[in-house]
């Protein structure tokens, strides 16, 4: 326990219940994210077959400012923290309460995260949703033509992936159902959503001779996706980018890197000759009009050489290792998974107790307006948005609002500085003078432009970088400047439910996610909309998750490890000096 020192009149003083609150607010919104994914219609471990655009627009609002004030409230916590204590008590604090729940649940949590994601995806596969494709997935070829003949569309695509049979067919290497659908009349240009075709799939996994198939019945080798991607270079894929897919599509954790490479070299070698072929016929022929499909493709802007280069250079052979679980990327792979927000935390807490250091970590090394440092915050994060999207991959979701991830070994650092942004205002507005309850004065007016004029220019402009960059700080920054208003106007009372809330919330965000996943599935089958199937999935989860912390967490040693010392009830004033003493340690 804490000792009394002569700082605890400035500790009751500088209480600030809606920072308390608004950290268990960003870690509970990160909950209901992960189970509206099911519901969104885009990619993600679990995929139900009744979805609603809704659900997609609260993840990409969501998104789009929850861990940048995450990261506020933590710098807040952090100068807090090295006022009271200094510089070393801070770092072995967030040593005890950050990196070692870090390292535990990279050995547990994200373990059994992964576990049950390789169960969820490898269930989209066995259910893809309709009759056709299943058969055509689970090889029962004799079931294909009297199922066409009762009225299947051959052309219809599942619910979940949005694949078609004939791309299913390619995907899974069905070279009979590829021939049987193609020759009853399956469209060999019909394009999923990202815009990649059959060819696509079948240049992607090797398979030269159903691209040679695909070809003569008609598929153009020219078509390219919403990325601007040919089938010619989609055989051009690493192997992380191909192990992803087909973990995605198919729930294999396993592929024959060999074979696919090798019928890759073959599809390279036909589809470079059709292009060149094509290319020499189109200089004496009538070109056509573009197709309405391509025609209507988004815009995007072509990415700077040097941008490119950044990113190759991240996933560079320099920045990969052998481990005993195989060949790890440093800055790519999902290492961390959704703890990743602990170990940048790990990474910024040094580096504010290295800037602290020099004089200039407290406010009086940064006397600026409030109205200034918001602006400037704002100015810098432009440059870190502006590289965001870059590194596009088949599973990217689409039009996004929000920053990249970045849950490896090595944080990338463009996301890294983004985060840092938020990170230190926080500690600045620790400091600042008088700035406790006006940063978010303006809330009325913020959320809605937030909401109704950044966020859908935001999504509008989505790939062409200065626009939508701007876009995009512009939404992040109301909506966390905004947020800090609402509950500096309605949470800033002491509340024994908020403080409940408030202590939960780290060990519900901790172990969330299997339990979010596995609820998925289990509703997956069941015939209800899909705001009822979240609801319920939500209502269950939560009702799990805070039992397991009043039974398993609140009174034992692993809520002191997590948490700190729990303060006692304020009935004293040497108790209610100790109660706000400990804010600090959360």
């Known amino acids: 326990p804490m000792e009394p020192t002569v700082e605890l009149p400035r500790l009751k003083a500088d209480r600030r219940h809606d920072i308390d609150a608004l950290r268990a607010f960003a870690m509970l919104l990160g909950i209901g994210l992960h189970a509206a994914l099911a519901y969104s219609g885009k990619p993600w471990l679990v995929i139900d077959a009744r979805h609603a655009d809704f659900f997609y627009w609260f993840f990409s609002a969501v998104h789009g400012f929850r861990m940048q004030l995450f990261f506020l409230v933590s710098g807040y916590f952090t100068a807090l923290m090295v006022s009271r204590r200094g510089l070393w008590a801070m770092l072995n604090n967030r040593a005890a309460r950050i990196l070692v729940p870090a390292l535990l649940g990279l050995a547990t949590i994200v373990q059994l995260s992964s576990k049950v994601g390789d169960w969820a995806m490898g269930w989209n596969m066995r259910h893809p949703g309709t009759a056709l494709t299943g058969a055509v997935v689970r090889g029962e070829n004799d079931r294909i033509g009297p199922l066409l003949y009762a009225g299947a569309d051959i052309d219809e695509p599942e619910p979940r992936l949005k694949m078609r049979p004939l791309a299913w067919a390619v995907m899974i290497g069905n070279d009979e159902a590829v021939q049987l659908l193609l020759d009853r009349g399956a469209d060999p240009n019909a394009a999923m959503p990202d815009g990649n ?351 397991s912390y009043q039974l398993l967490v609140r009174h034992t040693a692993v809520g002191l490890f997590l948490n700190g010392p729990r303060p006692q009830e304020p009935t004293t004033s040497k108790l209610r000096s100790g109660n706000d003493a400990g804010q600090e340690l959360r």
């Open 197 to 547: 075709t059959p060819l696509h799939t079948a240049a992607f996994t090797g398979r030269a001779n159903l691209a040679k198939l695909l070809v003569a019945k008609g598929a153009d080798s020219g078509r390219t996706n919403s990325m601007g991607i040919n089938a010619l270079a989609a055989t051009f894929a690493d192997e992380a980018i191909t192990r992803l897919v087909y973990r995605f599509s198919m729930g294999k954790t396993e592929i024959d890197w060999a074979r696919i490479q090798k019928g890759r070299e073959e599809a390279r070698a036909f589809l470079g000759a059709r292009l060149v072929g094509d290319g020499l016929k189109s200089l004496f022929a009538k070109k056509d009009p573009p197709k309405p499909e391509q025609a209507a493709s988004p815009k995007v802007d072509p990415v700077p050489e040097w941008l490119a280069s950044y990113y190759r250079w991240m996933s560079s052979d320099r920045f990969q290792v052998e481990t005993l679980y195989g060949r790890v990327k440093l800055f790519d792979d999902a290492t961390f998974g959704h703890l990743w927000f602990l170990w940048f935390l790990c990474w910024l807490a040094p580096a504010y107790a290295a800037w602290a250091s020099l004089g200039q970590g407290m406010a009086d090394g940064l006397k600026i307006s409030t109205a200034t440092a918001v602006w400037l915050s704002a100015a810098f994060t432009l440059v870190p948005q502006w590289l965001m999207g870059t590194d596009r991959n088949p599973f990217d979701l689409q039009s996004m609002v929000g920053p990249e991830t970045s849950s490896g070994v090595l944080p990338k650092p463009h996301v890294l500085a983004y985060y840092a942004i938020f990170f230190f205002f926080g500690t600045w507005l620790y400091g600042a003078p008088g700035s406790g309850g006006r940063l978010g004065a303006g809330w009325k007016i913020w959320i809605p432009v937030a909401v109704f004029a950044a966020f859908p220019l935001a999504l509008a402009t989505q790939g062409q970088a200065p626009v939508n960059a701007v876009a995009q700080v512009a939404y992040t920054w109301l909506m966390v400047l905004g947020i800090i208003g609402v509950f500096e106007r309605f949470a800033s009372r002491e509340s024994r439910l908020a403080r409940y809330v408030s202590d939960a919330s780290y060990w519900m965000y901790l172990v969330h996610l299997p339990m979010v996943i596995a609820g998925q599935l289990l509703l997956a089958d069941w015939a209800a909309p899909a705001p009822v199937k979240c609801v319920v999935l939500l209502a269950g989860t939560m009702a799990i998750l805070i039992a």
